[in-house]
C-alpha cells in the first residue's frame, strides 16, 4: 500500500483544514485507516483512526474537533479538522493497518510493526 496525505497550511487558531489520504496498491488488505501527528521535539501521537466495521476513534485531546471519514470509491481518507489550536500544529501522516485486532487496531493502540505510513503533511495554527 502508498500512501500520499495533502491539504495541509497555514492557519489561524479557531480556523478549519480538511486533510487527505489517498490510497494505492493492495488496499484490499487494509484493516484499519488512520491519522498520526508529530510536533517538533515530540513522540508521534495518535489522531484518529477508523477501524473494523468502520467505528471511529479519536484521541481525547481532538474529540469535537476533528472528524475521519472515508470515500472508498476514491480510496480516500479524510481528516476534517475544525477549531484549530496551536498546539494542533505538527506533521499529519496517515497510515493503515493490515492485521485485525479486537475493538481496534494495530495503528490506534500503537502497535506499528505491520504499520504503512505515509509521507507527512504540515499542519501550522498560529495564535
Known amino acids: 500500500v502508498q500512501l500520499q496525505a495533502s491539504g495541509g497550511g497555514l492557519v489561524q487558531a479557531g480556523g478549519s483544514l480538511r486533510l487527505s489520504c489517498d490510497a494505492s496498491?493492495?488496499?484490499?488488505?487494509?484493516?484499519?485507516r488512520g491519522w498520526h501527528r508529530q510536533a517538533p521535539g515530540k513522540v508521534r501521537e495518535f489522531v484518529a483512526s477508523?477501524?473494523?466495521?468502520?467505528?471511529?476513534l479519536y484521541a481525547d485531546s481532538v474529540k469535537g474537533r476533528f472528524t475521519i471519514s472515508r470515500d472508498n470509491a476514491k480510496n480516500t481518507m479524510y481528516l476534517q479538522m475544525n477549531n484549530l489550536k496551536p498546539e494542533d500544529t505538527a506533521v499529519y501522516l496517515c497510515?493503515?493497518?493490515?492485521?485485525?485486532?479486537?475493538?481496534?487496531?494495530?495503528?490506534?493502540?500503537?502497535?506499528?510493526?505491520?504499520?504503512?505510513w505515509g509521507k507527512g503533511t504540515q499542519v501550522t495554527v498560529s495564535s
Open positions: 496498491g493492495n488496499i484490499f488488505s487494509i484493516n484499519s
Open positions: 477508523i477501524v473494523g466495521g468502520g467505528r471511529m
Open positions: 497510515a493503515t493497518d493490515e492485521l485485525p485486532l479486537y475493538g481496534s487496531s494495530c495503528l490506534t493502540e500503537g502497535y506499528y510493526t505491520d504499520v504503512t
